[in-house]
């Protein structure tokens, strides 16, 4: 069985442009859960998607926006890029009692 | 805010030495995950702790959960190279999804052969 994939792997873009990451949950699961992992900074949560909808977003600005398709796949979309928003993007599907991570993607801003 | 807070950052330890990290909530936990990172990798589940004062063991890696249910602690007896990565615990953020979790910045272990 797949777990969690998320493409692209590695992404360069430049400040002020937008990023889209996409994460395939293992089949079967609804929710996706979207973290931010930035250097030093541990795992922040970013969006919680369940069934098509949005349920919760960490503190992040608007400019952090996604979706969830009817396949329960997911996107998350960054518009106008900052440095700091370089990090590694973590999407995770859970299934009572353990969540499961895909690869990430290394989004990096120059 | 939740906060998780996770004691030490670093540690370096010799091939079969033991090692510790601790971690601790503001808020009342109503379950604790364990989750490890290899160097370059994504986190991967270790374990969930439920009951006040739980105690887990998976080979060579103790788990505990405290009895106020806000510390917990992973105690891995002589390490070796294989356990090199970064040891989050992790907490559901109150009245949220199960999997909406604040994590702790992570144990950085390296093993030195």
């Known amino acids: 069985e797949a777990g969690v994939t998320q493409s692209p792997t590695h992404l360069i873009k430049t400040r002020g442009q937008q990023a889209t990451l996409r994460c395939s949950p293992i089949?079967?699961?609804?929710?996706v859960y979207w973290y931010q992992q930035a250097l030093g900074l541990g795992l922040q949560f970013l969006l919680w998607y369940d069934e098509g909808e949005e349920r919760n977003r960490g503190n992040f600005p608007p400019r952090f926006s996604g979706r969830q398709f009817p396949n329960y796949s997911s996107e998350l979309n960054v518009n106008a890029l900052e440095l700091e928003d370089s990090a590694l993007y973590l999407c995770a599907s859970s299934y009572q009692p353990e969540a499961f991570f895909g690869q990430g993607t290394r989004l990096t801003v120059v | 805010g939740q906060q998780v807070m996770q004691i030490p950052q670093y540690q370096h330890v010799q091939e079969g030495e033991d090692f510790t990290t601790y971690c601790n909530s503001s808020t009342t936990l109503s379950n604790i995950q364990w989750y490890k990172q290899r160097p370059g990798g994504h986190p991967v589940f270790l374990i969930q702790?439920?009951?006040?004062?739980e105690v887990k063991k998976q080979k060579r890696l103790t788990f505990q959960f405290g009895e106020a249910k806000k510390n917990s602690s992973l105690h891995i007896t002589a390490t070796q190279t294989t356990d090199v990565g970064t040891y989050f615990c992790?907490?559901?953020?109150?009245?949220?999804?199960?999997?909406?979790?604040?994590f702790g910045k992570g144990t950085k272990l390296s093993v030195i052969p």
């Open positions: 702790l439920v009951k006040s004062g």
């Open positions: 992790a907490g559901p953020s109150p009245g949220a999804g199960s999997y909406q979790l604040t």
């Open positions: 089949s079967g699961h609804t929710s």
